[in-house]
């Protein structure tokens, strides 16, 4: 089964700066790696995914890059504002097809105006 | 579209009394997810559903947990006897079947405290 890591824990940028958070993956054979935005007592949302068939995926401010070489995808934030302030999970299948999902720990966010 | 739909939202109970969740996915999901949220153990997958069938349970603490899926539009997750260290998030979450690695949408979820 799959096994994801999420770097860093905690993060911390000036208005305007871009933030990156990176996820790490097991298993060579997954292929679908999507993000959610979770902010304070809410729902998590997904923002963004990508597919294994493509190295890049953006919108708007936000894009996703995968190296499946390394086995790690990566979210950038560019032009942060202080409602991007949320915790963001990463999130890969249990196994290659799987619609049960595997998250990361998480990522608090903190965009400072 | 009205979402996924939990309730209640809120839930303070007693150690020792049962406690039901319930949970109403987005209509023509065929799947369905069960997850806890606390700030120690991140989100954990408890259990899922394809078209109304248990699929994996591995995730449920222990028997005290039970969650069933009479039909497509209900689900429950109920606890009995409740503990205090079930006190967390529960959220409920669906998504299509059709092809693979679909997204999953989540309820609002309910807050869980077991005094």
């Known amino acids: 089964g799959e096994n994801v890591e999420q770097h860093p824990s905690t993060l911390s940028v000036q208005e305007g700066d871009s933030a990156v958070i990176k996820c790490t993956y097991s298993d060579s054979a997954s292929n679908y790696f999507p993000w959610y935005k979770q902010e304070l007592g809410k729902r998590p949302q997904l923002i963004i995914d990508?597919?294994?068939?493509?190295g890049e995926k953006k919108d708007q401010r936000i894009a996703v890059t995968l190296n499946k070489t390394a086995k790690h995808f990566s979210l950038h934030i560019t032009e942060t504002q202080p409602e991007d302030s949320a915790v963001y999970f990463c999130?890969?299948?249990?196994?290659?097809?799987?619609?049960?999902?595997?998250f990361g720990t998480g990522t608090r966010l903190t965009v400072i105006p | 579209d009205a979402g996924v739909i939990q309730s209640p939202r809120h839930e303070v109970t007693e150690m020792g009394q049962e406690v039901t969740l319930r949970c109403k996915p987005i209509?023509?999901?065929?799947?369905l997810f069960w997850y806890r949220q606390t700030m120690m153990r991140g989100l954990e997958l408890l259990i899922y559903?394809?078209?109304?069938?248990?699929?994996?349970d591995s995730g449920m603490p222990e028997d005290r947990f039970s969650a069933k899926m009479p039909n497509a539009s209900f689900s429950t997750l109920k606890i009995q006897p409740s503990e205090p260290r079930d006190s967390a998030v529960y959220f409920c979450?669906?998504?299509?079947?059709?092809?693979?690695?679909?997204?999953?949408?989540f309820g609002d979820g309910t807050r869980l405290s077991i005094l």
């Open positions: 979450a669906s998504s299509l079947g059709t092809g693979v690695n679909q997204p999953q949408h």
């Open positions: 990508i597919r294994s068939n493509v």
């Open positions: 209509s023509g999901h065929d799947y």
């Open positions: 559903f394809n078209n109304n069938v248990p699929i994996d």
């Open positions: 999130a890969a299948p249990r196994w290659p097809g799987a619609n049960n999902l595997f």
